[in-house]
């Protein structure tokens, strides 16, 4: 019987992978910050179930959270679209 | 308060840290700046020279004894991080120190940004980190400070031109840190220890059987950090950029930075992969490379700091070149030559300085005339472009000779055509420079009369001077130093 | 080659450096494939592979102002040659 | 092979994933953003590798079956629930390194940003192939 929490594990990386593709191809930058966010936040729960709850808490405050949030500021100085 | 054990070697850390601290609090109030500046100054040069010799142990855990009824491989493991201070650290620190003030004093004049000064000391705080560090992941954190710090440097001169210059060193930096870390990460899978000293005797046991692919994978990854550290081929693009775009002053700190990390960081990863066959013969190809290509980029450039700038990326391919020879001869020769050779360059970045101060300009075609508006600076200058390019009584000759002689002695007598010829170009394109700057005639701004009382700092010219003397003391009685050099070669145990 | 150097000369280039440097190159080429056949490969060949070597780079004289155009400051060829060094590095070191 | 068993190797296979994505970001893509942002996903998955490599004693310091004995010596007997909690604990040491080297690369992003939004500024542009194109000033 597989254990739950590599259930959810699986599915983090799942999301951390395609999160981090799809933000990529995405011509609105405003969308790739917040598929970034994403990213950070399912590699902070694969943290958690890597047994390093210190550093997934970290992660989704600095990788999550701040950094997405420095990254929306720049697109809201710049330009939005990619050109 | 036990003051035997009180200037332990990770004071030398923690106190520039401190001051570049307390300095970003208090910018903008500048007499404050100014004297907090001055005081960290004078206590960062007194430092090195009280510090007692020997090997820190962070938190007071010196090694473990072998557990009982486990399979632990060492006989003593070092739990904690440790440093290790001997007489080599102390000669680095001290030039990085003397070289950090300089830059800190010869822009001391009128308003002083507390930034600055704090960028600068925390230049100095990591390098000496790399510098003493026995850790592996504690090089990793002063390594990416250092490439924060040295962008942070040149963000400060304010232009659009060093901006770009800024942006492309951090992608490369943070690119090339996260290739170091994963390197550790490799040798911390696979051993379980950050250790050097520790995973030099676990890789030296388990060399005998043979080397791993993991163990090759972490190499050439930790290669690369070197790479982009100490300004090797593919980047020596953008380490000259860097030397050139931040102020002269900067410059010539940056370089000995460069110099220092490049030895310090060579004798760890040396310490860990001297069992792969082909890791000398990369080294030596890589060097080779950078001093061919610095030196013939240093004849085609029409900018006097990109000129040093490429230079001094051509002397630390020079540095590399003993270093990747490998017997003990080259090596004590090679090390001798960084301490040289951040010395020199620095007496030319100086000049550089004061040029920028009197014409507003680097750009060769805009400038001549200067030799009889410039004081004795020419002559200095002259003397510098000597020191650089080997000539018989400075220090450099010394070590060049040494280098060249190791080279003839390990069995590469090509090599020693290649570097006669480098030398031969540097003077080549540094006289060029020379020439352009000091003895070239008909420029518009000389006949404007506003020459004559443009004043320059006289503390450059002082360190200049000052500069010129460690030169020619070290050039007249080699052997005081190299002595301590050839002991510490020795002392690394695996050439 | 008199003539590629001539129209440099007429573009205002500075001459006496480009020169030196080309100089510098033609032994690093030559010298460079005598160490590299020297050390895997017996003495003789070495020396013939050096001549030919050198043949080839007087023919593509002048080397200088083709190796100053690669070290240009555009991030898009310090990002090739950062792609290039990472692959070369794993593969010369002998793993993969 | 099942899914229990394949759960580190699949993590490392992320991590050289997003690894790989973001070298291709910084070398192809031509916004400067999102070069930033592979260089924010490199960071992320070398992490990844250390947090991954600390998961479920990898980390052959000693090997298993002396651990074992180890944890049961004489040493030990007081502390009756310390064997089975020493089997599942992850090894704690690239927690602590991987904290560092977050905080260091989030500093290194900031700055980053913050010179994008300069060069924006006066280029009008987030491409790098209108920013870094060479021209004499």
Known sequence: MIPGFMIMGYIFMFTALFGSILALIQRDLMKSVILIGLEGLAVAFLYQTLRAPDVGITQAILGAALLPGIFAITVYKTRREEE | MNYENFFVPALLVAFPLISAICLNFIHGKDRAVKGFAFLSIIVVLLLPWITQYGVYWFGGHPTVENLEGTNIMLSKLNLAIVYNFGIIQKIFIALLALLASAAILVHFTERVSGVYTAMIMLGIASASAVIMADDVFNIFVFLEILTISQAALVIAVGSVRAYKTAIKYLILGGVAGSSILLGIAILLGRYGMLNVSDLHKVITVESQVGISHALIVACALIFIGWLFESGMVPFHIIKSDVYSKARPSVGAFMQTQTKFVLVALWVIILRLFYGISTFNALILGVSILSMVFGVIMALRQTEFTRLLAYVAVAQAGLVGVGLGIATEASVSASVFHAINDALAMAILFLSASIILQITKTMDLHKMGGLLWKSGLVPLWSMLGIFAVSCMPPFNTYQSEFRIISAASQAGYPELTVIIILTSIATFVALIKGFYSIYLKEGQDYLSAKEMDRTPYSDRTEYVMLLLLAICLAIGLFPQNILQYIQQFVSSIGVI | MYEKFFEKIKQGEDIAGAFTGDYQMILLVSLGVLVLFRFFASTRFAMAAAFIALLVVLRALPLVFKVSKEHSDTFDSMLFYFALTIGLVIILLGGI | ?137
């Open chain 4, 1 to 137: 092979m099942s899914l229990e068993t394949l759960f580190q190797p699949m993590c490392f296979l992320t991590a050289a994933a997003l690894v790989v994505v973001g070298l291709y970001a910084v070398i192809f893509m031509d916004n400067l953003l999102k070069k930033i942002i592979g260089v924010t996903l490199i960071s992320d998955g070398v992490n990844l590798v250390l947090i991954t490599g600390g998961f479920n004693k990898i980390v052959a310091i000693i090997s298993p079956e002396m651990y074992e004995q180890g944890v049961k010596s004489t040493a030990f007997e007081t502390l009756t629930e310390f064997p089975e909690f020493a089997a599942q604990a992850a090894f704690p040491l690239p927690s602590a390194l991987v904290l560092t080297s977050i905080v260091i690369s989030v500093s290194i992003f900031a700055i980053m940003l913050a010179l994008a939004i300069r060069l924006y500024q006066h280029y009008n542009s987030m491409s790098c192939s209108v920013i870094f194109k060479e021209v004499d000033e």
